[in-house]
């Protein structure tokens, strides 16, 4: 099927990493992870398939290499990522890492990932957070903002949604290769009941093979080759 790109942030519903990558890979697709520091106090690092997940220290570790610096011959890997796949899937999508993919900051492996992604390539994010978190206006500014920067003139932010609205899709015929899978109304892990946790495993798999689709359907000038 396809290269999936799992990032996987510091939100509660990174629990949810392990099951997530199962069910990708059950639908055929090869999944590697990259976890932000705060992602892996969800889940435990084992639970994955071996050599599947990727972390900040592993950016710039050089093999072989006596002084521990970087010399020409050696890979940039958010560079060999953003090479090797073909769709980025952002799930959970926490705020802090909303804010810093708005901003453009790139400060660790993850946000230099998404910073280098050739964007005609599809990306699909899952943002989860609390209720209050996510009807911020700073959220709403920061979600605006990423689609605008990728050709979705005046978003329309998503509202309150229900488990059963599935997809929450940005961009139509000018922009069809960013897409938001909104989060669902429910009793979230810190007590709270409202908006903010992240669609099922189930419309996460939907998304990824609806933005695949997606892609196929785009001028072929305007996605770039791969080796």
């Given at each position: 099927?396809?290269?999936?790109?799992?990032?996987?942030?510091?939100?509660?519903?990174?629990?949810?990493?392990?099951?997530?990558?199962?069910?990708?890979?059950e639908a055929g697709?090869?999944?590697?992870?990259?976890?932000?520091?705060?992602?892996?106090?969800?889940?435990?690092?084992a639970s994955l398939p071996a050599g599947a997940l990727v972390t900040d220290a592993d950016e710039w570790r050089f093999e072989g290499s006596e002084d521990g610096r970087w010399r020409r011959e050696d890979p940039v890997l958010h560079?060999?990522?953003?090479?090797?796949?073909?769709?980025?899937?952002?799930?959970?999508?926490?705020?802090?890492?909303?804010?810093?993919?708005?901003?453009?900051?790139?400060d660790n492996l993850l946000t230099c990932a998404f910073r280098a992604w050739e964007h005609p390539r599809p990306v699909v994010l899952a943002p989860a957070m609390n209720t209050l978190m996510w009807e911020s206006p700073q959220t709403a500014r920061h979600l605006r903002a990423l689609l605008e920067d990728h050709g979705v003139e005046g978003a329309e932010l998503p509202r309150a949604r229900t488990p059963g609205a599935y997809l929450t899709r940005f961009g139509g015929p000018d922009c069809p290769h960013v897409h938001v899978v909104g989060p669902v109304e429910k009793r979230l892990a810190c007590g709270d009941f409202g908006v903010g946790g992240m669609a099922s495993v189930e419309e996460l798999v939907a998304a990824v093979g609806q933005a695949l689709r997606a892609a196929q359907d785009l001028p072929a000038s305007t996605l770039s080759s791969k080796d």
């Open positions: 099927m396809a290269r999936v790109l799992l990032g996987v942030t510091g939100s509660v519903a990174a629990i949810r990493a392990p099951t997530l990558v199962a069910a990708l890979t697709h090869e999944v590697r992870v990259i976890a932000t520091a705060a992602a892996l106090r969800f889940f435990d690092p560079i060999e990522l953003r090479a090797w796949a073909e769709l980025l899937l952002l799930a959970p999508l926490d705020a802090n890492t909303l804010a810093k993919l708005a901003l453009g900051l790139s």
